[in-house]
């Protein structure tokens, strides 16, 4: 024996192994296990005389055949008839719940099943017909604590970020630092951003952070955020899980995973939530733990394991492999002769926790469900850091979960710390929003108006005197009422009611209260004098204490939150007697503590759980209307704003102009129209010079990007492209009905293609613009003066040639005064040919021509698409089209497109708004009523949305043009449709449209009335 001692202790994980450890485990294979069936697993003789081991009979074959520590996974053979090889192994679960004729998928193969027999599933290839997919059941392996020390620290540095405000500079950070691109990080600082502004603290192996909440059945949910990897905070969860039975005699569903611990609180449970981290201590938790492993599945499953490898249960018998329900059955019954304890009925069970034999299977078994499945060293290092405040905790009582929540609210199967199936389990009654919540405010705090309204529903309301009797039997005293003077009156003539006359004042009484008020007020003298029936007068008197219970639970339930103080002015009773009161109360689960109130500062207050939990409903109520469809008429609303088109929203200076232009790219209207209309109604104060700048500074260009329709037909312009015709003959003439479009520059080329497609512009024939076109294309970018002199034109042909490159989407200027000018180019030369003729002259005057700085150029031609990357060059045309649309309009769907003049279909922009939202963009949902279709909008639009709907109606007016991209009459709005002519207005009072018509404006004007 000494020597077989030494020999194992040679092998580093023996290297501290115990005599007595070794001597118990030698003492078992030499005795084995006595069962019902005879001695199991004796495999030694023992010469304790000599100290000489020596192996049984068989035990040499044994070891060969049922040895090994991978444990039995119980699967089932896949055989394929009729050669019968073996293709593979499933569950066992799923192969029970199969049926003869089923086909799933193995490997890369369909299979039809032929049979199910014991331990074999027959199949033949079933010819591709469509499969299942069959299903594994194991042990999810949990994160390990070196990766688990790295979130918290991702988390840490993310979070001082996130404290100042530096959205940015997280973003920046995490893409140096973990190599991700901006999309992935956007995400997680938008994700982790949330879930700052609802906890306050984003959780950390630092910052432990406690958040209950209510769910719809009134129960209550626990949620600790605790970054500590799945096996530290399976052994929290089963530890708390553990303490709440002990204190409330009554099992909690639970789960947790490496993020988070839930646990589901019944309406039976209530405390302080500053409590629960004292509900474990460091010095308790490993033998608390040890009790709560005990019922859990892991300890059985790692019973039998550990039995088949000390080669008790036997994975071949005679020859044969020993099935696996066989294997299961006699390893319930070694537990029943070993562990009688845990196998025991629990009717005939002591009370206290359970007793663990000196058994050395036993304790392996619980060394391996506190070191494998859990960590109870890393637990009771968390419990020290609480303890000594290293590991800060935070409290936080929400109206619905915060974002971290939902991952744990809805965990799979593998998460759970108890036996409950998913269909039971309480956290599927919790509702969680599809976005992240853009504010706090949603999250953190109560309705204040669900606060006020629940206070004025619980009060009581009488409306004769049996009414306010039964409030006076739930109160048992309540200070005078003036409305109620009447009916108590009514009832201190029958009898039924009285006054005890106190120090601190005078109050009602109902007469089956009397006893109870007795004990409650001593010293109250009773007026009128009244007498308690037979059957009440029989009762035991109550104690000062249970009287004390019934008045503060009465008032509790009539006021929602309140205080300890307001309490005590409404019983009389000192502040110490109410807090002993509550502090019953809250044992019962009747009354929560906190601070519920938001229109409160500070202190703590109590509400009854009923009323509270009304409360939460209220709030989510409020908060999912919010997030329900809006009307037409509120989403035109949120249009103007979203626009800057409502009065006290337009943008400022320079930079707000080049915030319109970024808004409104892609859009062709009317190019009179922009500075007469449309500039001016989105920025005050509007001056034509800051356009000048943005153009010649490179920020900014204009140009028509849609292709001018066939002579005879109508383009995708619509009602303009028809001024166009009439009014420009063509495009040759300038107009100020031709369309034109503004954008940043960088964005132009793909602009370009969205709006053509793989069209091109119609090329001009000959004359001035042919000659100019050529010029351009020899030369490249010229002045005016430029152009007259190489082309031998004259001023007026060069200025229709230009405009007539223009319609047809061919040149561009640096500047948009060269538009300006020759808009007003034909009223120019009528003055000019109203003067005496002077002759010819070589040399010019200044200030002849269009005096605007700034060369005309050719517009740049699409970049030309291979056939390799066409499909990738779509999708990304899709995506920049579809992000241009949802920051023009907030909230996009096919109806609102009505007027733009993208060829791209709108399927492939609707894919891309799937992909945008999949990488957290925009938002999926159903944001309008009225309108089929899938819905999708920017977060920060949506918030001004539920801004938009909760701002009161107050008739207010605001006037566009009809080429305004708001003019959406008879598209959001019934009726027939307003073309979109210069010159026509739409009429808004509070988002309907009352009024349409034609009134020309000036670009003064224009100002005046759209501002």
């Known amino acids: 024996e000494d020597d077989l001692y030494a020999l194992v202790r040679r092998a580093a994980p023996y290297a501290d192994l115990a005599r007595a450890d070794f001597d118990a485990v030698v003492e078992m294979l030499a005795d084995g296990i006595q069962t019902g069936r005879g001695r199991r697993g004796a495999y030694l003789h023992r010469d304790r005389v000599n100290g000489v081991l020596r192996g049984r009979r068989g035990a040499r074959l044994v070891a060969l055949t049922s040895g090994g520590a991978i444990p039995e996974t119980a699967d089932y053979k896949v055989v394929a008839d009729p050669d019968e090889t073996v293709v593979g192994t499933v569950n066992e679960d799923w192969a029970i719940e199969s049926m003869a004729g089923d086909i799933f998928l193995l490997g890369s193969t369909s299979w039809r099943i032929r049979r199910v027999e014991a331990g074999l599933v027959r199949v033949v290839d079933a010819q591709g017909a469509p499969p299942s997919v069959p299903f594994w059941l194991g042990e999810a392996p949990a994160r390990t604590a070196e990766l688990s020390a790295e979130v918290s620290d991702l988390r840490a540095r993310l979070a001082g970020y996130l404290e100042r ?43 432990l952070v406690f958040e209950r909440f209510f769910d719809e059945t009134g129960g209550m949910q626990l949620v600790v955020h605790a970054p500590f990897g799945g096996r530290i905070n399976r052994a929290l969860g089963l530890a708390l899980r553990k303490r709440f039975c002990r204190r409330f005699d009554f099992e909690l569903q639970a789960a947790a995973n490496d993020d988070a611990l839930v646990l589901s609180l019944g309406p039976q449970q209530s405390i302080p939530l500053g409590d629960v981290p004292r509900f474990l201590s460091p010095r308790t938790a490993e033998d608390t733990l040890a009790q709560a492993l005990l019922a859990s599945p892991m300890f059985q499953v790692r019973w039998r394991w550990n039995l088949g490898r000390a080669l008790i249960v036997l994975r071949q018998r005679g020859g044969r492999r020993n099935p696996p329900p066989i294997q299961r059955m006699e390893a319930d019954d070694l537990m029943a002769a070993v562990f009688p304890a845990l196998a025991a009925c629990q009717e005939n069970a002591a009370a206290g926790p359970i007793e663990f034999p000196d058994h050395p299977m036993v304790r392996q078994t619980v060394y391996d469900c506190l070191h494998e499945a859990t960590d109870v060293d890393g637990l009771v290092a968390l419990l020290e850091g609480v303890e000594a405040g290293t590991v800060r905790t935070h409290f936080r009582e929400s ?57 004025d529903e619980a009060r009581p309301d009488p409306r004769d005197a049996e009414e306010v009797h039964d409030a006076l039997l739930g109160l048992v005293v309540r200070r005078p009422t003036p409305e109620w003077t009447a009916w108590f009156d009514e009832l201190v003539r029958d009898g039924r009611a009285a006054c005890a006359v106190t120090d601190a004042g005078p109050l009602w009484l109902a007469t089956e209260s009397l006893r109870l008020v007795e004990a409650l007020l001593p010293g109250a003298r009773i007026v009128p004098a009244v007498k308690l029936p037979e059957a009440l007068a029989a009762r035991p008197r109550p104690d000062a204490e249970s009287a004390a219970v019934a008045a503060v639970r009465g008032h509790v339930s009539a006021l929602g939150p309140c205080t300890v103080e307001e309490l005590g002015a409404l019983t009389t009773l000192s502040p110490n007697v109410v807090e002993s009161a509550l502090a019953r109360l809250e044992a019962e689960g009747f009354v929560l503590r906190g601070r519920f109130d938001p229109a409160r500062s500070g202190g703590v207050e109590f509400c009854e759980r009923r009323l509270l939990a009304r409360i939460h409903r209220y709030t989510t109520e409020r908060l999912r209307q919010e997030i329900e469809p809006v009307t037409a008429q509120d989403f035109v609303r949120f249009l103007l704003r979203w626009q800057h088109v409502a009065p006290e929203t337009q943008r400022e200076g320079r930079r707000g102009l080049l915030a319109v232009v970024e808004q409104l790219q892609g859009f062709e209207l009317a190019a009179g129209s922009w500075e007469e209309a449309i500039f001016p109604a989105r920025v005050a104060s509007y001056r034509p010079e800051w356009l000048d700048d943005l153009c010649l500074s490179g920020e900014v260009v204009w140009a028509r990007l849609g292709l001018r329709a066939p002579a005879g037909s109508l383009g995708a312009a619509g009602s303009d492209a028809r001024q166009e015709a009439e009014a420009g003959r063509g495009g040759a003439v300038p107009s100020r009905a031709t369309p034109v479009s503004f954008a940043l520059r960088d964005n132009l080329p793909w602009l370009f293609t969205a709006a053509r497609g793989e069209a091109g512009p119609v090329l001009p024939g000959d004359g001035a613009a042919r000659d100019l076109l050529e010029c351009l294309r020899t030369r490249g970018a010229l002045f005016y003066r430029e152009l007259v002199v190489s082309t031998g034109r004259l001023r007026v042909e060069v200025e229709e040639g230009l405009w007539d490159l223009v319609s047809r989407g061919l040149v561009t200027a640096d500047g948009f005064g060269g538009v300006r000018a020759l808009l007003t180019a034909r009223e120019r030369w009528a003055k000019r040919a109203a003067r005496p003729p002077r002759g010819r002259r070589l040399r010019r005057q200044a200030g002849e021509g269009i005096a605007v700085e700034g060369r005309w150029s050719l517009l740049p031609d699409p970049e030309p698409k291979d056939g390799a990357g066409e499909s990738a060059d779509v999708e990304t045309l899709a995506e920049a089209v579809a992000e241009q649309l949802l920051a023009r309009y907030g909230v996009v769907f096919r109806d609102v497109l009505a007027r733009e003049s993208f060829v791209l279909p709108w399927r492939e922009v609707l894919w891309a708004l799937r992909r945008l939202e999949a990488r957290g963009v925009a938002r999926g949902g159903r ?65 309907l449209p009352i009024g349409e018509g034609a009134r020309q404006l000036g670009p003064a004007a224009g100002a005046r009335r759209l501002s």
Do not use: K
């Not at 973003?171 to 306050?200: C, K, N, P, S």
């Not at 309705?447 to 006020?452: I, L």
């Not at 309108?931 to 920017?938: I, K, P, R, S, T």
């Open 165 to 207: 405000d530096d959205a940015a500079g997280a973003r920046a950070w995490l893409m140096g630092e973990a190599g991700l691109g901006d999309d992935a990080a956007v995400q997680i600082v938008h994700y982790l951003g949330a879930a700052h502004r609802a906890l306050g603290v984003l959780p950390t192996q630092e910052d």
């Open 399 to 455: 109206a619905e979960p915060s974002p971290l929540c939902h991952e744990i609210l809805n965990g799979r199967p593998y998460t759970f710390l108890d036996d409950a199936p998913l269909e039971e389990r309480r956290t599927r009654a919790v509702a969680l929003r599809r976005g992240l919540p853009e504010t706090a405010r949603d999250l953190g705090q109560l309705d204040t108006e669900a606060v006020a309204r629940v206070r």
């Open 927 to 991: 944001f309008v009523t009225g309108f089929v279709g899938e819905q999708y909008a920017l977060p920060e639009a949506v918030e001004l949305l539920r801004q938009t709907r909760r701002r009161e109606r107050t008739g207010e007016i605001v006037r566009v043009a009809a080429v305004d991209p708001l003019n959406l009459v008879g598209i959001l709005t019934p009726g027939p449709r307003l073309p979109a002519q210069r010159g026509n207005l739409v009429v808004y009072r509070d988002g």
